[in-house]
């Protein structure tokens, strides 16, 4: 396996920009996801990686080797797609083994790959069927296997789970984690599913416009969203997103929206306030992070039930708050009904706060 370095990678076609200066870095045995909406450029980055596309300013290296101008045969990469683009008339052994007879490898030596990659995913028993004859799970094995026995360098994934049903989903999101652990393989992963990177990958790379908006681990962008684009799109349901102004009355420093509610803030969130180059605040909160308080609690805002979805061990409550729409979480034995009226409480511990001209997070 190796490590693979993007450095100012651009990808223009005419007057629009795919991909924008994007740099990063994926360690050896790294397992990355490239997330974000449609056209936020993260598949064109992977065909970059992959030599599929050509590159229009910038260097990718993998390990010590500057690859722009290789040929993709030559990059020592495996590629897994959405489709699995498995030869229907061969069996599981034959499709396993094609990628090393076109590499002239030796018959024994193709046997034994084949076999140890067959007993490494649990396909050994289907070696002799055809893909007709396989569970779309067991397709999406072979798949992997039949990048796996190359032995590459690094794998590369275009959302390889999107054509499964939700149940599969989730068994092949832990098969693949597995599959990670076992081989310490370098993975690139794309996809539109910000739960399946926050699940598998050690670090996501959040994408909009072509430009790269964070990179780390995911707790850390979960936690840490660096501007309103990555606090919105990852998580589920997405952070609650509200703009206020600030302003300092007697020492206390309150921020107040159009939308009629008002709430002081403690002298952390205070200090962070005074660091924005505007009075206009974008307040965060994740679901958890507002409470049903009685209308006499420190800090209540008057909302109203717009609606209430039960999913069994927690319940969604999406509220009218203004203007504004906004989702936070009760127990399962809650008797919210729609309509009702009712008070919410920040919980400033965990309110994320962002300027308003910028967008981005205001420093801790």
């Known amino acids: 396996m190796a490590q693979v370095t993007l450095d100012r990678v651009e990808k223009r076609y005419g007057d629009v920009i795919a991909v924008n200066q994007v ?5 050896d045995g790294e397992f990355v996801a490239l997330v974000g909406p ?20 910038g260097d990718i290296y993998i390990g010590d080797t500057l690859i722009n101008d290789l040929d993709p045969k030559d990059r020592d990469i495996a590629m897994v797609f ?4 498995l030869y229907p008339n061969k069996t599981v052994y034959k499709n396993l083994a094609f990628p090393l007879q076109m590499r002239k490898v030796k018959k024994q030596d ?10 490494l995913l649990s396909i050994e028993q289907l070696l002799e069927r055809r893909p007709r004859e396989l569970s779309g799970g067991q397709q999406q094995r072979v798949a992997l296997g039949r990048a ?3 032995n590459p360098r690094v794998f590369l994934m275009d959302e390889p789970l999107s054509n499964l049903d939700a149940k599969l989903r989730v068994q092949m999101r832990a098969e693949l984690k597995r599959f990670h652990q076992d081989i310490n393989a370098t993975i690139i992963y794309v996809t539109h599913d910000q739960l399946e990177a926050v699940t598998m990958a050690d670090k996501m790379a959040v994408m909009s416009g072509g ?3 964070q990179y780390d681990a995911p707790d850390v962008v979960y936690n840490h969203p660096v501007n309103t684009f990555v606090a919105g799109f990852v998580g589920s349901p997405a952070m609650n997103l509200l ?11 309150r921020l107040s929206s159009g939308d009629g509610w008002s709430v002081p803030l403690n002298d952390a969130l205070a200090s962070r306030v005074a660091t924005s180059s505007t009075d206009e605040i974008v307040v965060g909160l994740r679901h958890n992070a507002i409470r049903l308080v009685d209308g006499a609690a420190t800090g209540a805002v008057p909302a109203t039930v ?22 936070f979480s009760v127990g399962p034995a809650s008797t919210l009904a729609a309509d009702d009226q009712i008070f919410l409480q920040f919980d400033q511990e965990h309110m994320h706060l962002f300027d308003g001209a910028t967008e981005q997070a205001l420093a801790r």
């Open 23 to 27: 740099s990063l870095t994926i360690e």
């Open 38 to 57: 449609s056209g936020c450029g993260k598949t064109t980055t992977l065909n970059l990686i992959a030599g599929l596309l050509e590159l229009t300013d």
């Open 82 to 85: 959405q489709n699995y683009a």
């Open 110 to 119: 193709i046997d034994a790959r084949v076999r140890e990659t067959a007993r």
């Open 148 to 150: 796996l026995v190359r």
């Open 211 to 213: 430009y790269l908006q």
């Open 243 to 253: 703009r206020a102004r600030a302003a300092r009355e007697q020492d206390v420093t």
């Open 306 to 327: 717009y609606t209430v979805e039960p999913t069994g061990d927690i319940t969604f409550v999406h509220a009218r708050l203004g203007d504004a729409m906004i989702v």
